[in-house]
Every structure is written in C-alpha cells, then in structure tokens.
C-alpha cells in the first residue's frame, strides 16, 4: 500500500446484560493464534467485497513462487519471514477491508461502522532484528480507507516497531494519497513520528483506539506488556489528518505490515511475529450513562426493600 509502513454486583448485571454481542461481527474480535493454523479467504488477489466469517483473516500477501515475503501462523504466533536480502520486501495481512466492516449487518461490521463507532485495538509484536549492520525493518499495525466511492486509496494510520542500524524506534504514521506523485501514478505522502526506545527489547504491545465521536485515533505502546502504555500520536481523521474524502461507507481496514529492506539477510522464522490481537469496542458515552442509571436504579430498589423489611421486623 506504500513504500514505508512504517491499540457492585447489580450493576455488574447490568452491564452483562448490556454487553455488545460481537460473536458474528468481524472488525472487533480476537485472535491468539494459539491453533497454528492460518485461514485466509484471498491470497494475492482481489473479490475484497465478498462477504466474511468471523475469525477469517481477510487477505494476505505472499509471494506466489514461495520466495520473498511470508506469512506463517505457527509457534502460536503469526510469524512472517523474507528470504530476500536486498531490496525492499514487505507483506500485509488483513484482519478486515473497509468493504467488509462498513457493513453492519450479518456477518460483518460494528453495531454501527467502525468510524463512527469507538473501539480499540492491540497486538503484540516481536522485532529481533537487533544485530544490523544495514538496512531496517518495520513490525506494524493499522487501519486504512477507500476513498469515498471506493475506487482508491484514501489514506491510512499506523504504529510499528522499527530496527534500524545500532537504534530502536516507535513509529507513528499516516498517510494521504497524493495522485501527483510518482509522475502522476500517485502514492502516499507519508508523514511520520519517530520516538527513540532506549532498549533494544524486541517485544513490544501496539494499540489503536478509535473515539467514533472525536474522529480522533490515538496510538500508544507498552513495553512492559501492557502494564503501561505511552503516548504514540494522534491523528484526528475528520480534521488535520483527513484523507482525500470520508472514509468509503464509514469503513476501516485493519491489518498488520511487515517490511525489511535491505537487510543482507533472510528474515527467519521467529525473528518479526505478532500475537494475541484484540479488537474491541467501546460503548459510548450515552451508553455509559444508561448502564449507571440502571445500577442506580437497581441499587434503590435495593435499598428500599432493605428498608420495607427492616419496618417489618
């Protein structure tokens, strides 16, 4: 998608009972990777608007010959790998495209589109690469949009682990189609925020979350496994960070990047991986409101019948 890729015991009742049923939505759900098996409905190809079960990975992108880049659930983890050395070589995998999430009925989708709903989202990513001596690669995660006849690209937004020569970074990163670049073929502007990590730790948590309200999505990470999260930035999709329109039908697309380039050698097995993926979504605050009116509620009654059998004694 571009050159560099660079989230009381009454009112416990009441909220269960209010509790979102996500059990056949595909944009929020969960994948630990733990059955070392990989379903993908489309690899390296196209029909992105057909429709998709719950817990099936959208796409992924391979080389075809079995060269290059490669995804590989195993080791209960996702792992990708490159026998490439030179150049650069880069996979996604998609969770969801913003065809199949903007739809929210059926199989698919929020109770309503993932922009304008809130949710958020995490991973788990491992970057090994501590040793280059030339070259970088980048651990990822993001949504991305259509534009809004769905006939291009619009724009996306991301965070990821990057390795580079002798330096650890956190990169958070948006794009815009600019259909004037690349003489006129077009691509991304991309513009990205580079914060230092001081350790060269490979395991790193990435999350997403998304206010439906705000339109603003905040990137953060966790180096201590999710104990504390640190600020990444944060882009606000209606506003500065605007794709060249509104998202295609209110949809996301949410996969991971993998990318190395140039590394002067193969990417093997364990070294970049991503785990224990959540997607999950947040109620609103009106919907807050509600569930502590209920508790408030439910705690009067209480408190009444209480009263009513302490008079009768």
């Known amino acids: 998608m571009k050159s560099t890729r660079l989230h009381a015991a009454l009112l416990a009742l009441s909220v269960a009972a209010f509790a979102p049923d996500v059990s056949a939505q595909v944009f929020v759900g969960a994948d630990n990777f733990n059955d070392n098996t990989l379903t993908a409905q489309i690899v390296n190809g196209s029909n992105l608007g057909l429709s998709q079960l719950p817990g099936q990975w959208r796409f992924r992108t391979d080389n075809a010959d079995g060269s290059g880049n490669l995804w590989t659930e195993t080791n209960q983890r996702m792992e990708w790998t490159t026998s490439s050395t030179t150049g650069f070589n880069r996979g996604q995998l998609g969770w969801a495209t913003p065809v199949v999430s903007s739809n929210p ?54 965070i990821a682990l990057n390795q580079a ?43 997403l979350s998304y206010d439906g309200g705000t339109k603003v999505l905040d990137t953060s990470y966790s180096l201590d496994g999710g104990a504390t999260f640190l600020s990444g930035a944060s882009f606000d999709l209606a506003g500065a960070q605007a794709g060249i329109s509104a998202p295609y039908n209110n949809g996301f697309g949410l996969e991971f990047y993998a990318s190395a380039n140039d590394l002067g050698s193969a990417v093997t097995s364990g070294q970049m991986s991503f785990d224990n993926l959540s997607v999950t979504a947040v109620p609103e605050p009106s919907t807050y409101a509600a569930l502590a009116g209920l508790g408030a509620l439910g705690l009067v009654g209480w408190r009444r019948r209480i009263t009513a059998a302490a008079g009768a004694r």
Not at 116 to 142: P, Q
Not at 167 to 184: H, R, Y
């Open 105 to 158: 009925t059926g199989s698919a989708g929020l109770s309503a589109q993932p922009y304008t709903s809130s949710w958020v989202a995490s991973v788990a990513v491992t970057n090994n690469l501590t040793a280059l001596t030339t070259g970088y690669s980048y651990t990822g995660f993001e949504i991305y949009t259509t534009n809004a006849t769905n006939t291009g690209s619009n724009a996306y937004y991301g």
């Open 165 to 207: 020569v002798n330096a650890t970074w956190i990169v958070a990163e948006w794009g815009k189609w600019d259909s004037t670049l690349n003489g006129g073929a077009g691509g991304f502007a991309v513009t990205p925020t580079f914060i230092p990590v001081a350790s060269r730790d490979a395991s790193v948590q990435l999350r």
